[in-house]
């Protein structure tokens, strides 16, 4: 069981650091978001850069689709991923991590930039899958 869950944090650690960072990078220079990929800013408290911070938060996010995934099966393991990581991330982005950082809820409710987090997010489910499933190869 330790290991399933360190290849879950493994896997969505290095789905951040790719699959979302690329695509949020082909958005930005497709100029719908202002902010380039991979960001090096430090962020509080330990100063971390954010692009690591992130993808610590994209690993705990792996531990947590695992097990809605790990079972299935077909294309439902696919779907799941997707629609997992469209959705419940942003959520939790928009209505928890927003506010705490004095920022507008639901991205201020701008339709262009509402749409990043659900594409940017379910990219990373797709690739949390995709590594999960490489990982767990017998």
């Known amino acids: 069981m330790i290991r ?29 978001v202002p902010n380039a990929a991979w960001a090096t800013r430090p962020v509080p408290p330990f100063g971390v850069p954010s692009v690591i911070s992130l993808s610590f938060w994209g690993g705990v996010w792996g531990m947590v689709l695992m097990p809605l995934i790990e079972r299935r099966r077909g294309s439902a393991y696919w779907v799941i991923a997707v629609a997992f990581g469209a959705i419940a991330p942003t959520l939790v982005a928009w209505f928890v991590v927003a506010p705490l950082k004095h920022q507008p809820v639901a991205a201020g409710w701008k339709p262009q930039r509402m749409m990043i987090g659900p594409i940017v997010n379910a990219a990373w489910g797709f690739g949390t899958a995709l590594f999960y499933r490489l990982f767990s190869k017998k």
């Open 4 to 32: 399933r869950i360190l290849f879950a944090f493994i896997a969505g650690f290095l789905a951040t650091l790719i699959f979302h960072q690329i695509v949020l990078e082909l958005l930005h220079l497709g100029g719908l």
